[in-house]
């Protein structure tokens, strides 16, 4: 079993900056692509960035040169630094993580999410 956990939200002022983290755990042989998505109230959950195992990025238009995505590979951690937050920044930030598992005869490929961390920005 795996499991993925967020910290890092909270409350911030616009124009503050915000940095989350999500570390997994378990039984992982290896993590492929690692991201950060976010769900506004009401809103359909949207991807926010994603990075590759090895470090290709790729971020969503409205936070472009604003929101920065790494990963520690050693310790199967990937991090959203937020800056420049505006309002419409806030919401419930989860993480993703597609993990490879590997058992005595077959290796699996599984999206796991984290639980999800509140990102609120007060204008």
């Known amino acids: 079993q795996v499991q993925l956990v967020e910290s890092g939200g909270g409350l911030v002022q616009a124009g503050g900056s915000l940095r989350l983290s999500c570390a997994a755990s378990g039984s992982i042989f290896r993590i492929n692509d690692m991201g950060w998505y976010r769900q506004a109230p009401g809103k359909q959950r949207e991807l926010v960035a994603v990075?590759?195992?090895?470090?290709?990025?790729n971020y969503a238009d409205s936070v472009k040169g604003r929101f920065t995505i790494s990963r520690d590979n050693a310790k199967n951690t990937v991090y959203l630094q937020m800056n420049s937050l505006k309002p419409e920044d806030a919401a419930v930030y989860y993480c993703?993580?597609?993990?490879?598992?590997?058992?005595?005869?077959?290796?699996?490929?599984?999206?796991?999410w984290g639980q999800g961390t509140q990102v609120t920005v007060s204008s």
């Open positions: 990075i590759t195992s090895v470090g290709s990025t």
């Open positions: 993703n993580a597609a993990v490879v598992t590997a058992s005595q005869f077959t290796y699996r490929l599984t999206d796991y």
